[in-house]
Nanobody, 115 residues
Framework: QVQLVESGGGLVQPGGSLRLSCAAS????????MGWYRQVPGKERELVAG???????NYADSVKGRFTISRDSSKNTVSLQMDSLKPEDTAVYYC?????????WGQGTQVTVSS
């Protein structure tokens, strides 16, 4: 079992920044695939940014150049630095881990970009 605890999120004005963090705990040897998804009501959950099994990073086109994903493999943490935020970035953000052939999700954290 993997437990994910998220922190960060909140209300920010357009053009502002936020940082999301996620810590994974449990009987974990190492995690290769970690990332962040987001979801708005009525739409499917979408990948925002993530690390692939071979260490590459993927970003949604809508966030390239504005968001940066990072991780500390020794601590099994993953963070998402979000800059130049736009109202369309408003969503619930979920930490995601793929481990032991299973998907694990955090509880979600609300990000609201509004003036």
């Amino acid at each position: 079992q993997v437990q994910l605890v998220e922190s960060g999120g909140g209300l920010v004005q357009p053009g502002g920044s936020l940082r999301l963090s996620c810590a994974a705990s449990g009987n974990i040897f190492s995690i290769n695939r970690m990332g962040w998804y987001r979801q708005v009501p009525g739409k499917e959950r979408e990948l925002v940014a993530g690390f692939t099994s071979d260490g590459r990073t993927n970003y949604a086109d809508s966030v390239k150049g504005r968001f940066t994903i990072s991780r500390d493999s020794s601590k099994n943490t993953v963070s998402l630095q979000m800059d130049s935020l736009k109202p369309e970035d408003t969503a619930v953000y979920y930490c995601h881990v793929f481990y032991g052939f299973r998907d694990y999700w955090g509880q979600g954290t609300q990000v609201t970009v509004s003036s």
